[in-house]
């Protein structure tokens, strides 16, 4: 068996708006040249140097739907998704704290959650030895109904959940590294004795 690669092109053009970092371009503040400093071109890079160097051929190249509306209601209460997709339909906006997406910002972050879903299904299933989705927008700071620090879905709560739902998984060990803090997914699962998180991030994040 071989690892399994999940990515999706349109999860690329998942795009915050007009922002400096996260500050609303206005008055005085300049648009970085960059965009957001969670912005798609490093993912990209990623994806391209897979391709370029050939490591692609050793890899289950892969992509997946989006995560259903049922899947997304196992984690985030039906007024979230709804405020999500209504400011998503009308141009895009920011729900939480440094959370902003623009116009179709629900379906990719839909899809983003369906990418994490389908990785973790195709391990569970023996389809693949591993697997990695490269997906955005990223999910761990985002509560059941609080998008946070460019975070709009919890993508690999989503993931748990369909898993768990399908009866692949009953006991799960998150273990998170990343620069800040996995807080949303933390604060997801804290009173579920069947799934741990594991936050392993820099002091003060």
Known sequence: MTTAFF???RCFWHGGGNYAFTLP????????????????ETKRRLRNLIEVTGLSRHLQMRGAEPAARADLLRVHPERYLSAFQAASDAGGG???????????GYEIA????GLAT???????????RNAYALSRPPGH?????FPNGFCLLNNIA???????????????????????HGNGTEAIFYDDPGVLTISLHQDRN
């Open 7 to 9: 990515s999706d092109e």
């Open 25 to 40: 371009v206005a008055g005085l503040v300049q648009p970085l040249a960059v965009g957001l400093p969670e912005n798609p």
């Open 94 to 104: 920011e729900l939480g704290l440094r959370a902003p997406f623009g116009a179709g």
């Open 110 to 113: 839909a899809l983003s959650a």
């Open 118 to 128: 389908a990785a973790l299904r195709s391990v569970l299933k023996g389809e693949a």
């Open 141 to 145: 700071h985002c509560t059941a109904d």
């Open 158 to 180: 989503v993931a748990i959940r369909a898993a768990q739902a399908e009866g692949l998984v009953r006991r799960v060990a998150v273990i998170d590294w990343d620069v800040h």
